[in-house]
């Protein structure tokens, strides 16, 4: 009988943990992996669920609609008829100039554009084909000298344009509106990057 105890006793003790861990490989490698996994999940979702607190090419999107909306539809256009340019105005605008006639105040481009500080850089041309040849992309002019004051092709008074030169290295947002000017259809350009 005491044979039979010292064999259980010593069953016991070897069925007791001793303190040695038994870890294999393929448990180290699910641990791992599921690190891993949570780690990648962490990196890719994390900038997507903050995404909407920065700056995106949205906001151009958006306000470049909106100044060539407020362009065509009140700034250089009557309320009453938009997308009619006053010319005057129009060729005022481009000149730099700000008569108070005009609905546009006097100060810089990003002033009269109800544009605040930022780093959103905007150019405003108006173009157009004012004769068979051509592709109808050129920047017009606006010439006050002689009998014939009007819209040309080539060289005048007033080039308009304005706002800084669009970039070819960085990526911009345009809006473009068909407005009448002169009695002639052209194209109002808002460039925004």
């Keep these: 009988m005491n044979t039979q105890r010292s064999d259980e006793s010593q069953n016991r003790r070897s069925s007791q943990p001793t303190g040695d861990r038994g870890q294999t490989t393929l448990d180290f490698a699910i641990g791992v992996s599921v690190f891993l996994a949570v780690l990648l999940f962490i990196f890719l979702f994390i900038p997507g669920i903050l995404s909407p607190f920065t700056a995106s090419a949205q906001d151009e999107t958006v306000t470049s609609n909106r100044v060539a909306d407020q362009l065509a539809k009140g700034t250089l256009a009557e309320p009453e008829a938009p997308y009619v340019l006053d010319s005057y105005c129009t060729e005022a605008f481009f000149a730099e100039e700000s008569p108070s006639d005009c609905r546009f105040s006097d100060g810089s481009l990003r002033t009269q554009l109800g544009l605040g500080p930022g780093n959103q850089q905007v150019n405003v041309s108006l173009r157009g084909n004012l004769t068979a040849s051509g592709d109808g992309q050129e920047v017009l002019y606006w010439d006050t000298t002689g ?41 109002l350009f808002v460039e925004m990057w």
Excluded: F, I
């Excluded at 070819?168 to 002169?182: H, K």
């Design 147 to 187: 009998d014939d004051t009007g819209l040309v092709e080539s060289s005048g008074d007033t080039h308009l344009t304005r706002g800084d030169p669009v970039p070819t290295s960085r990526p911009s947002v345009t809006s473009v509106r068909v407005v009448t000017l002169d009695g002639e259809d052209v194209t």
